[in-house]
């Protein structure tokens, strides 16, 4: 069972920025597909942005995350990174990093059903 924990969630004013990261093992990270997915009471589980394992389909964003959010991977391949800038209260939710092994499938990316395991998210409050 692979283990994900996120961190790096908090407060933050409308316009502010901020970066989550997910570690799990040196093999999850580098060689499966993650995603990062968001949470409100009382709705689906979103997903924003995926990042494949080499040689998949790259990265994918939801739209209303597209141009302000960024995912990858840093250059050591042991933790999941989610750049976010020009938060605004839409934003607030818990982060869910999340994976499952072998490639992305391209057109269900960002579908919950893909993914296999996951963290128990860091909370992000995005004040006007």
């Known amino acids: 069972q692979v283990q994900l924990v996120e961190s790096g969630g908090g407060s933050v004013a409308a316009g502010g920025s901020l970066n989550l990261s997910c570690v799990g093992t040196?093999?999850?990270?580098?060689?499966?597909?993650m995603a990062w997915f968001r949470q409100v009471p009382g709705k689906e589980r979103e997903g924003l942005a995926s990042i494949d394992k080499n040689g998949g389909i790259g990265t994918s964003y939801a739209d209303s995350v597209k141009g302000r959010f960024v995912i990858s991977r840093d250059n050591t391949k042991t933790t999941l990174l989610l750049q976010m800038n020009s938060l605004t209260p839409e934003d607030n939710g818990v982060y869910y990093c999340?994976?499952?092994?072998?490639?992305?499938?391209?057109?269900?990316?960002?579908?919950?059903?893909?993914?296999?395991?996951w963290g128990r998210g860091t909370q992000v409050t995005v004040s006007s």
């Open positions: 040196e093999y999850s990270i580098r060689t499966h597909g």
């Open positions: 999340e994976g499952r092994s072998g490639v992305l499938p391209g057109g269900d990316a960002l579908a919950q059903g893909t993914y296999a395991y």
